[in-house]
């Protein structure tokens, strides 16, 4: 129901306007931000609900851009499942936390490096492998 208000509303075409308006980059550029974004979204609200808000200006973006909607699918549903520096990201980091041992500190520093490495191997896996699977970048 969510996206399909972003997308009724034009919600997601003024989002993608307003930001191309003022952001000249690449489309791996976008839609590696757009990953980023999805990454840190999902530390701080549901995985699903950040899936719903962003394909909708994802496959905005790709309708603009001429791209592949496969495309834009893994670079907001993959970064999504990766919320490991807050408790409130998984059930695993949640019981970790609950058990007086870690602080959110201790679980929030390795997180992000976590993250910030898993989204360099999606983008990697962008331009190296998913060629191979006929998704390729302009």
């Known amino acids: 129901a969510l996206a399909t208000s972003i997308e009724k509303t034009g919600g997601a ?3 993608v306007e307003s930001v191309l308006a003022h952001v000249h980059a690449s489309p791996l550029v976008i839609l590696s931000g ?16 950040v899936v719903a808000l962003m394909l909708p200006v994802g496959f905005t973006i790709a309708e603009t851009f001429h791209l592949d ?4 699918i893994y670079f907001v549903a993959v970064p999504t499942g990766f ?14 936390y609950s058990s007086g041992y870690f602080s959110i500190g201790d679980q929030a520093r390795p997180g992000a490096m ?13 331009l190296l ?3 191979h699977l006929g998704m390729r970048l302009p």
């Open 34 to 49: 757009l990953a980023l974004l999805g990454l840190v979204l999902t530390e701080l609200i549901s995985n699903s609900a």
């Open 13 to 15: 075409r003024w989002a």
């Open 114 to 126: 976590l993250g910030l490495v898993a989204w360099v191997f999606i983008v990697l896996a962008a």
């Open 69 to 72: 909607p496969r495309l834009v």
């Open 83 to 96: 919320a490991v520096c807050l408790p409130m990201g998984s059930a695993g980091n949640m019981i970790a």
């Open 129 to 131: 492998y998913w060629p």
